[in-house]
T-cell receptor, first 112, second 114 residues
Framework: AQSVSQHNHHVILSEAASLELGCNYSYGGTVNLFWYVQYPGQHLQLLLKYFSGDPLVKGIKGFEAEFIKSKFSFNLRKPSVQWSDTAEYFCAVKAGYSTLTFGKGTMLLVSP | NAGVTQTPKFRVLKTGQSMTLLCAQDMNHEYMYWYRQDPGMGLRLIHYSVGEGTTAKGEVPDGYNVSRLKKQNFLLGLESAAPSQTSVYFC?????????????FGQGTRLTVV
């Protein structure tokens, strides 16, 4: 079975700072990888996904993530965060035709 | 386009009471899922369904039952609620589980068991 590890439970940044959230998964075969975002009081929304091709994936709102197969990683990045990026971020993995497995989430707080 | 709709949005139950959470999707998706979200635990899969009339257990199925009598609806039942079931419950649906298929989530149901 696959598992997902998110390194930071809480991250606090100032506006304009750069962001990198770590995500590692454990599964030796082909995987699909996702980052979801949950704004306060809202449901989960897809930020970006990787399933094949270019390992550098660009998503909505200026986010991107890089799939590094050799490191089993799919880290989320944004060059300059905004106050509106305050949210909880979830990495998720799907191996083959299995269901999604989520990490425990990283709460990002951006101070203005 | 409503997407995934959950009913109710909030509920308080007493220990031992029963209730049913309703999830409805209007995207003609085959797959539907129930997750619970707890602080520091992320989302954990309770039960899921790969099509009308089918259900399967997820990671944390104990204390819950589900039914998928119609393709568009997926019901989550708690027969005898316990305080450990205090959580936020999310329903999701997807077209398939093939490569790159994303899941769409409902707004969540915040359940408190006292």
């Amino acid at each position: 079975a696959q598992s997902v590890s998110q390194h930071n439970h809480h991250v606090i940044l100032s506006e304009a700072a750069s962001l990198e959230l770590g995500c590692n998964y454990s599964y030796g075969g082909t995987v699909n990888l996702f980052w979801y975002v949950q704004y306060p009081g809202q449901h989960l929304q897809l930020l970006l996904k990787y399933f094949s091709g270019d390992p550098l994936v660009k998503g909505i709102k200026g986010f991107e993530a890089e799939f590094i197969k050799s490191k089993f990683s799919f880290n989320l990045r944004k060059p300059s965060v905004q106050w509106s990026d305050t949210a909880e971020y979830f990495c998720a993995v799907k191996a083959g035709y299995s269901t999604l497995t989520f990490g425990k989430g990283t709460m990002l707080l951006v101070s203005p | 386009n409503a997407g995934v709709t959950q009913t109710p949005k909030f509920r308080v139950l007493k220990t031992g009471q029963s209730m049913t959470l309703l999830c409805a999707q209007d995207m003609n998706h085959e797959y539907m899922y129930w997750y619970r979200q707890d602080p520091g635990m992320g989302l954990r899969l309770i039960h899921y369904s790969v099509g009308e009339g089918t259900t399967a257990k997820g990671e944390v199925p104990d204390g819950y039952n589900v039914s998928r009598l119609k393709k568009q609806n997926f019901l989550l039942g708690l027969e005898s609620a316990a305080p450990s079931q205090t959580s936020v419950y999310f329903c999701a649906s997807s077209y398939s589980t093939g490569a790159g298929t994303e899941a769409f989530f409902g707004q969540g149901t915040r359940l408190t068991v006292v």
